[in-house]
């Protein structure tokens, strides 16, 4: 039986100490917050679950197996490579670190050890994205030509992190995880309206070989709550509606086809438009988070590599590191 | 009474006779098309309008007091031109010119030959974008802090144009009428889907002085329609939903406000969060198009300037064209 | 040629006009309507149509071959009668008559004198309800269990007839043209708000042999446009939303299975619940009113039956008066 | 210290254990189902909680001081009555009773004892409800019209009770708290579409003085979700959407005007339309449940009437009684 410890009760906490204590797979040994205030919460909801202020009770305590990072992204880094370096396994919240190089470390240091390292890219594990990814895998929507997200709200400026870092990581991995295909360069835009100048809105291009774009519209001042993706395909399109409770995911049978023109002039193209049925498909109902926490201890257990390895999460900061690059540059484009 | 010829019954051009041929100040003389059959079109509608395959017999008949141009942007300067050099008052569907050169020519040949030079920018005669004006003009928002709009569709590439130049103009226009701010610089991100090259879907940013960005997201190969645009204020935020038949203004009196930190690392920020009423005003309810036909009716004979004149018209493509020389160099910064 | 009189020029009066003056395989000869300045409005838009305030120089004037009436419903009987006996063909306005008494008389003038007798049910001419037709005839739901509709607006009080004979008669004749059920008897309540005592919100119950049920909720005090249908089958369900602009049917595969308990008792018995995918066919697109009167006019040419007969005008009128002797006796159930 | 004992962990169970067991001014002691399954999920989730199969441990027991009976609804009055005479306070799942004779004797039975006796009608708990309420009450929206509630979903077939008496209890217990009307008669409709006879969709009107109706559409055979509620007054109107997550409430500055007629015949009125402003207020997020269950526990702790009385479940009861006796007599009108 897997020994869990969790460091961090702040935002997302709550739900990881929830989930590790239903997984019948492993024991919730222990929990580490800074705030005594909040372990008393774990206190009163866990009973035999042990507390600490001290984040090495769990880093190198000897009764404990895995070691999951729920902290500001700043100290990921620090975290994960001590857990590591005293044997243990490593769920780290994402992003996975603050830069591509804490990341490449951690993965190497990782493999040294023979640990598994995996991040908490918890859409991966809803009914919705993986319905994109069968959709898309199998050819219904025809090649992807452009994946569009817009994932606004009122509320949650981070004191360490960008917009981008805080709320892109979500879409960057959903893509990545459906799509697997190889950024070339990312071009950024924002505007902080705070005085430590951290950006509240920010805009996000991701260049793809020819014919393929991403963008990324991120923003913690909207009034309104729309975590919304369009995927578009040469065959069909996808509306990944996130807010809606149920119709999450809905298949246009819609397009164009570009007619070959007779004329010498390539310029002269001929469109045809195509406006058919819409699908919804129902989607499986599982908590993404259980089944994002019973994959960890199933990778630990089984020795196998988890949905969401650390290389995984290396390619997403990849893309946010170059974000950085490319809003201190005035949007220049950044080749990664 | 003035006597108008209108240039190209297209996808816009009906629309424009309707409105033409109903405002009883004015009379519609005659309407040019290249194609007989939609000069077919005009003449079963409207008997007593004269129908003509040549330009000319608008842009240089003696019985033609004003001029509408509703051709292809490419036409629109020489067209233009010709009318008022031809002593002609000229309405120029958006955008004025293809060129910030042409435009600025457009306005000193109108000025000299004290001529109106108008182009029809038609959401700023609707409910809802006056609606907008007034609540930022009476401080009811607060300081604008962002201008995000979203206006994407399935359908109508253009041949001539790309899609910023296509759909931007609307949100371009709508900013500038309700902020009258200073742009500064402008980046562009886009992908072409047709062998043409041209962008079928793009994203521009247009930076202003600090704490205020305006981004604009324009596809023509979305599945659903979308003309969303999120108007954020310091008080209060505006979501403006075209689509929405009735509720087309939100005024959320949601925000959140910086508190001063006693620290000395001004990093550390207190945000406090607001959430509260929303509000929906009624709108008037005009037709949009008639009130525009009317303001140039009106300014040609009072001699007064237009709600959107030919500077107002510049204003615009200025920005549409660094926004192609940042497409043109990957994202790079343009300044205005 | 046919040529088309149209007695009334109020709310839907102009689409009549338009539709039978584009329509090229008649000749709208008349207008009529007591009113002159609503007169001066034809005379505007078609200077070609004849006006008149007398309804007989329609009725009984030997230049027109059909008549469309649109005058209010207490005038209905009167002139088709008049029509009918002066030879003419004729097209009335739903719902055909105030009673079923004069309903049955125009069947048979109508059949006596050889010409056509038609009602505007102008809802059966729509590509949804055309789409739920074929859904229900192909067995793709199954059983047909319930009809729920929900029409309400706010407006247009009528002076002469409450607000279900008003509204129902859309939703009725959309059961009976999907359905064709026999109805056994009808249940009404409802209330006035205004001294006239004319109810602005009812209720309407009609009932079928065992396993069937239709219901009608009907209003003109809502502050919010519903018009909401839904069809409930043993296999699927449909949900018809008329306000929708695109979306405006839903297929679920979604039902109850009821398992036979192997107990006595056949109170226990068992529900199996199933949640499936969502369809949202793409509809026809055509004008409901041009099909209408195409379908009139193709009638009259062929001397074939319309789709909408003074017979099936009749058996709405059947439900809506059953539901005002309802009405009057408390609700009562009333055979039919 | 109030000792708690609930009676019943099926479908609303889990919720009211939870509420109870986080209330720090009560102690749950026992949780009491004859399902040992069920059981083993309470001691897993609530270690310090006893659990038994027999409602006498919990109705006979001295250290029980408070009974939560969530029990299906044929057995409420034996328990609650049992409890009452017991000694011990009583909060009964709604609705009430099966009967109105049950409902007054357990209201008797509690007063003699001088216990409290309270019905759990959840949504008069709701920031929804309670914003509504004052609306009426400060007399915002006018003098109140009508009241029409829909309430459909699919899903849980009860086995003893039809949809009336498993829906409309949260509407009429809404609607009597909102208003307070006495109600005058009812009609009710419905079907069943399984072998039990047991209706699952059905309509109820409840008629009152002149001027006001109420109208409940209940249905367990819904597709969709709806629970929708028109409240319509005389100078605004409310619409409360309970599935919206946010915006529940929206007032409508809409409605009409009756204009006194010179005309002596007063079936000719006038009406004026008004269509103005919309506002959605911020409502309080507190969870309901927890709302009630305080409610409980303080009425116990100072001896005071909770907001939810006995009366009030007889209330509910007597209409739902009624039209059981409509439904049997074809939607005959039944005075209260």
């Not at 490593?90 to 050890?113: F, H, R, Y």
């Not at 309104?224 to 996130?242: A, C, E, H, P, Q």
């Not at 109902?285 to 390895?309: C, H, N, Q, R, Y």
Request: negative net charge; aromatic residues 8%; glycine residues 6%.
């Amino acid at each position: 039986m897997v020994n869990v410890g969790i460091i961090g009760y702040g935002y997302w906490g709550p739900n990881l100490v929830r989930n590790f204590a239903q997984n019948g797979d492993c024991t919730l040994k222990r929990v580490v917050d800074m705030r005594e205030e909040r372990l008393q919460q774990v206190t009163k909801l866990y009973p035999s679950v042990e507390t600490s202020t001290s984040a090495d009770d769990i880093l190198t305590s000897s009764d404990i197996d895995a070691v999951v990072v729920a902290t500001p992204v700043f100290l990921h880094f620090e975290q994960a490579k001590k857990a590591l370096e005293n044997g243990k396994h490593v769920l780290v919240e994402k992003p996975l670190t603050s830069s591509t190089q804490e990341a490449s470390e951690l993965i190497e240091i990782a493999a040294k050890n023979n640990k598994t390292l995996m991040v908490d890219h918890t859409f991966l594990y809803t009914g919705a994205v993986n319905k994109i990814k069968s959709l898309v895998e199998n050819g219904e929507i025809g090649d992807v030509q452009y994946f569009d997200s817009v994932r606004i709200n009122l509320g949650l400026f981070q004191p360490d992190i960008n917009v981008l870092w805080d709320l892109a990581p979500h879409d960057i991995s959903i893509l990545n995880y459906v799509c697997n295909f190889k950024p070339i360069s990312v071009n950024a835009t924002g505007v902080s309206h705070t005085p430590n100048g951290i950006e509240n809105v920010a805009y996000l291009t991701v260049n793809y070989e020819e014919g393929f774009v991403a963008h990324f519209s991120c923003s913690w001042t909207s009034p309104v709550k729309v975590r919304n993706t369009l995927i578009g395909g040469s065959k069909k399109m996808i509306v990944y509606d996130d807010v809606e409770p149920t119709e999450k995911i809905k298949v246009y049978d819609s397009g164009y086809d570009v007619q070959p023109s007779s004329d010498e002039d390539k310029r002269k193209v001929l469109i045809d438009y195509r406006i058919g049925d819409i699908h919804i498909p129902k989607l499986e109902k599982t908590e993404a988070l259980f089944g994002m926490s019973t994959d960890f201890i199933d990778a630990i257990d089984k020795g196998s590599t988890p949905k969401v390895s650390g290389e995984d999460g290396l390619e997403v900061v990849k893309v946010l590191e170059a974000s950085t690059e490319s809003l201190k540059n005035k949007g220049k484009e950044v080749i990664l």
